[in-house]
Each structure stands twice: as C-alpha cells, then as structure tokens.
T-cell receptor
Framework: DQQVKQNSPSLSVQEGRISILNCDYT??????FLWYKKYPAEGPTFLIS?????DKNEDGRFTVFLNKSAKHLSLHIVPSQPGDSAVYFC????????????FGSGTQLTVLP | NAGVTQTPKFQVLKTGQSMTLQCAQD?????MSWYRQDPGMGLRLIHY???????DQGEVPNGYNVSRSTTEDFPLRLLSAAPSQTSVYFC???????????FGSGTRLTVV
C-alpha cells in the first residue's frame, strides 16, 4: 500500500503559466514533506520542503502548500520555464529517530515553449 | 566538492552472480540510504544507516546486504543477482535525516 501517492504520472504546461503538482499521503506519522526534482541519468535533487506545523513554504518560483486535514500537499511553480521539465517526486519523513524518506511515484512535468 | 559518489555507473550481471555497488560521501553525513527506482514505482528504500556500525532494513531489503564500517562508505551487496533486481540504484546521505538528502547519480544495473 503506497503511503505517498502522486496520481498524475504526467503534466504539460505552457511556458510562463503555473504548474501545480499534487501529492497525497496516508500515514499520519509523517511530519516533514519534501519535493525532489530529477533529470534523466541524474540523481534526484532537493527542491523545497515543509514541516507539518506550517501550511505554506515559498522559495523563489516554488511554493509548497500543505493541507494536513486532507493529507494533501501541492507544489506550485510560477512562472514555469522549459528548464523545469523533469520528474518531480514528493517525499515524506516520519517522526522518530529512523527518519527515512518515503517517495511517491513521480510526475513528469513538461513545460512547452 | 564530490558529494555522494556511486560506482559503477552501469553494470550488467548474469543471474546468480554477486557484486557490490559502492557509495561514498565526503560530507561527514551520519544518515545514508540505498534506494531503487523502477518505472511507475518511484524510489523504494532498500537499506539505511543512521551511523557507522548501525544499519537497518527498508521496504525492499530481500536479496541485498549492507554494512557501514566507516562514516564515509555504505556499500550495497547483491548476493545472487536475479532479473527482478534490474533497476537504477541511488545512494543518498543526510546530516540530520530531516533536511533534504543528497543523492548520487545512480548505478544502472541489468541482470540477464
């Protein structure tokens, strides 16, 4: 049973518009959430994170929103650029000492010029 | 400024062969992990370590062994390779287990 779900395998957006990537989770023990970006033939790179005590975190063009009651988070990219085209993984960390990432299946974002 | 280094980048094994995937980090990170990435399944945790001498199993540990004799190195051993172990393997490290992990560039393994 997947504890972190990304239900959209792919998303296409026009350059300059907003990209919204969604993620749902089921485990109430998760208290920290992260987004990773991955280009082909490279390892994932950390993008942005949010603690469960917050509902929004912003870093430049990237904003992550957390809705704890719905167990839902989203990543907004504004404005989208062609270089943003990559696979985006949502990940979660549980509270406690063995803090290991649980990943979603990823969303392929394509930003069209 | 190496970060997390994985070797080899590519490997082809025959069923039943054994091999070790190497992972080294130069950031003095306590937390290290191995993941495998398969199409449509994201990254799944194989084994992890919270410090030298301490390892534990992740979600998909069967067929793999790890050890952590130093802070820097965290090798992953395939005992008897099977076609189901064809995947891309990523090693990652973190200083706190909270902030973003740093990933290596991956090892693409094919078992025939």
């Amino acid at each position: 049973d997947q504890q972190v779900k990304q239900n959209s395998p792919s998303l296409s957006v026009q350059e300059g518009r907003i990209s919204i990537l969604n993620c749902d989770y089921t485990n109430s023990m998760f208290d920290y959430f992260l987004w990773y970006k991955k280009y082909p033939a490279e390892g994932p790179t950390f993008l942005i994170s949010i603690s469960s005590i917050k509902d929004k975190n912003e870093d430049g063009r990237f904003t992550v929103f957390l809705n704890k009651s719905a167990k839902h988070l989203s990543l907004h990219i504004v404005p989208s650029q062609p270089g943003d085209s990559a696979v985006y993984f949502c990940a979660a960390l549980p509270s406690g000492s063995a803090r290991q990432l649980t990943f979603g299946s990823g969303t392929q974002l394509t930003v069209l010029p | 400024n190496a970060g997390v280094t994985q070797t080899p980048k590519f490997q082809v094994l025959k069923t039943g062969q054994s091999m070790t995937l190497q992972c080294a980090q130069d950031m003095n990170h306590e937390y290290m992990s191995w993941y495998r990435q398969d199409p449509g399944m994201g990254l799944r945790l194989i084994h992890y370590s919270v410090g030298a001498g301490i390892t534990d199993q992740g979600e998909v540990p069967n067929g793999y062994n790890v050890s952590r004799s130093t802070t820097e190195d965290f090798p992953l051993r395939l005992l008897s390779a099977a076609p189901s172990q064809t995947s891309v393997y990523f090693c990652a490290s973190s200083s706190t287990g909270v902030r973003g992990y740093t990933f290596g560039s991956g090892t693409r393994l094919t078992v025939v």
